[in-house]
């Protein structure tokens, strides 16, 4: 079973990601090329409410918040968001 399986089997079994802590240390589990169980749960819509931990980087320097963003699963209400900028300077998505 790969990480990201694993990972989604651990959030679906929580509740879609609701039962699990938004500051639970499961978040920041990396597989071993720096994927995070942040960034599976944001690449499918799994983070729970109040998950605070966006500017988590993978392997490749891509934070939570760009994941989500990505795939189309950014939450409303993450007041910051627009306020996220990249290292090149570029604002990291759309709020």
Do not use: C
């Amino acid at each position: 079973m790969s990480f990201d399986s694993k990972a989604l089997e651990i959030i679906e079994r929580a509740g879609t990601g609701r039962a699990l802590l938004p500051e639970s240390p499961f978040w920041t589990l990396k597989d071993g090329s720096g994927v995070t169980a942040a960034h599976v749960a944001a690449m499918h819509g799994k983070l729970p409410p109040g998950f605070g931990k966006w500017r988590l980087r993978d392997g490749d320097g891509v934070s939570a918040a760009e994941t989500a963003a990505m795939h189309g699963n950014m939450p409303r209400g993450v007041a910051y968001w627009r306020q996220l900028i990249d290292e090149e300077g570029r604002k990291a998505g759309k709020g």
